[in-house]
């Protein structure tokens, strides 16, 4: 579904992809995992059209997605959760989710609503609120919920479990085990290892800018090596 | 009596500012870049539908809508020559290159209509009298009145309910978030831009129209003044921005009629420095701290 082909990324000299493939089939669950400025959210940005790769390919869906303009991405079905949530701090919950939908018809934004209220009741309790208020756990699901708002087929995350209270952390792997049920293929970037690789069909290591290891997700779990760099111990 | 009608004046001539502060106010929460080539855009409208009126004989109403439309496709060109192209550069050079375009645009000015100052009557004639005619209030600085209070409502309207007026807040808060969500930022801002420099055109007809002359420099004093009505409201703010308007335009007005007509902007400017130790972020502005 997604063919990422040699593509190699610099911030001006810094060269912080280098040959990066990797391939995430539909209906997978795939980790792009990795240490602190390993390359996984330029790797998302570069997918996303937000940064540029020098060489290589990015094919989704058939599709050749280099060169395409960022904006142009999320129509082909493909939305991205970013690190940091991102969401507009000063537009309303529902503001936010109707932002999700902007490519889409008019007529799909009430039962999109619908349907990210339903996978998160906390939102719609809070839909007149402004986003900046929310807590932390409730801005990531609303960053999802966001991003569901397009009707994607793959789906990317990037560190959604980040600096979230471990029951929450749950839950949100909770949510992504669900939409991937749904039938949502899911792209998932993650420094908590150890969750990640427990619900991913495939994962990818990322060190300094090159992909060193790859396999199923449990290979990868009990890998001593990836045990040791990654999952403490 | 008399204080009624400075007040009046006042108002009329703070509409104005805030017509053009909401211009500014809007790109700036948008393209997040000054532009000081904002107040020779309202230079241009005035000469644009000055011609209009004078030399082609058109109606007021034509002329503004013909000043609208020019001025429109002028902020449109001067986005994308002048400040597409520097749009990952420091704002610094975005600054410079705006000063830039404010003197081309006034230069540009001269050679076309000269630096002699034209005779601008206003685009509705006439005054109403009140109380036995000890009160005259000039109808242009009715309609400047009424004009500004639409544009502000249809403005808040626009950026509250529309698609498109979400897009462009949603722009002005994370453009690479915006863009994950689909929306063409580029297209966004020119679209921003449209909408400033259109009521730059109305602002540069009903400010000639208050003044009754014009020139290549008429743009510039009230241009950087909105600028400060602007800031003095809360820079990105359009009820900042109408508040901050009106309130410079009475400052203004007030220190004109009872302290003395040199000290006028001095004292506006010093009100403005005033306010901003107070509340750093303006009149209505939120305060955001820079994000590292
Ligand atoms: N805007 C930038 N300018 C220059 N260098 C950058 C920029 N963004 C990232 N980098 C560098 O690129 C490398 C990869 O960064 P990236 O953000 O992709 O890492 P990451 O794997 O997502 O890390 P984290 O887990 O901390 O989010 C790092 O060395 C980082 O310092
Ligand atoms: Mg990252």
């Known amino acids: ?233 | 009596m008399e204080f009624l009608s400075y007040l009046i004046s006042g108002i009329s001539l703070g509409s104005v500012y805030a017509i053009i502060a909401l211009g500014y106010t809007m790109v700036y929460g948008i393209a997040k870049m000054l532009n000081f080539a904002h107040g020779d855009v309202i230079m241009v409208g005035g000469y644009i539908s000055f011609c209009a009126m004078n030399y082609l004989g058109l109606p007021s109403i034509v002329a503004v809508l013909l000043a609208m439309a020019v001025c429109t496709v002028l902020g449109v060109v001067i986005e994308g020559l002048a400040y597409k192209p520097l749009r990952s550069a420091p704002s610094l050079a975005v600054l410079i290159t705006a000063i830039g375009v404010s003197y081309f645009l006034q230069n540009a000015a001269q050679l076309i209509w000269s630096a002699a100052p034209k005779v601008y009557s206003p685009v509705v004639a006439g005054s109403l009298s009140l109380l036995n005619g000890q009160l005259t209030i000039p109808y242009v600085s009715l309609l400047t009145v009424v004009v500004c209070l639409v544009i502000m409502a249809g403005l808040t309207l626009f950026t509250s309910q529309s698609k498109l007026g979400k897009a462009m807040r949603a722009c002005s808060e994370d453009k690479n978030a915006a863009q994950l969500m689909g929306i063409n930022v580029n297209a966004t801002i020119s679209t921003t831009f449209a909408i400033g420099s259109a009521l730059a055109a109305i602002a540069g007809v009903l400010l000639c129209s208050f003044n009754g002359t014009l020139m290549p420099t008429t743009g510039s004093m009230p241009g950087i003044k909105a600028f400060t009505a602007a800031v003095f409201g809360g820079i990105g703010s359009i009820p900042g921005a109408f508040l901050g308007g009106l309130l410079l335009g009475i400052i203004e007005s007030m220190a004109k009629a009872y302290i003395s007509t040199n000290l006028a902007n001095t004292i506006g400017f010093a009100v403005l420095i005033v306010v901003l130790l107070v509340r750093p972020a303006g009149l209505l502005g939120k305060y955001v701290p820079e994000k590292v």
């Open chain 1, 1 to 233: 579904m997604l063919k990422v082909n040699g593509i190699n990324v610099y911030y001006g000299s810094i060269h912080a992809i280098k040959d990066v493939s990797f391939e995430v089939h539909q209906g997978e669950i795939v980790t792009l995992i990795g240490a602190n400025g390993a390359g996984k959210s330029t790797t998302l940005q570069t997918i996303s059209g937000l940064l540029h790769s020098r060489t290589g390919s990015i094919e989704f869906l058939g599709q050749n997605l280099m060169g395409v303009p960022a904006f142009k991405i999320v129509s082909r079905g493909l939305a991205q959760v970013p690190e940091g949530r991102r969401i507009f701090l000063q537009m309303t919950v529902e503001e936010n989710l109707e932002m999700g939908a902007y490519t889409q018809p008019n007529t799909t934004i009430a039962p999109g609503l619908e349907r990210v209220y339903e996978q998160f009741p906390r939102l719609k309790e809070r839909r007149r609120q402004i986003a900046g208020t929310l807590s932390g756990g409730e801005q990531q699901m609303l960053a999802m919920g966001r991003a569901l708002m397009s009707g994607p087929k793959l789906l990317m995350l990037d560190e959604p479990s980040m600096g979230l209270a471990p029951i929450l952390v749950e839950q949100i792997f909770e949510i992504i085990r669900k939409l991937h049920q749904a039938g949502t293929t899911i792209l998932l970037v993650e420094q908590n290892a150890q969750a990640a690789l427990s619900i991913a069909d495939r994962g990818y290591v990322l060190e300094t800018g090159k992909i060193v290891t790859t396999g199923t997700g449990a290979e990868l779990l009990a890998s001593p090596a990836i045990k040791k760099a990654y999952l403490g111990g």
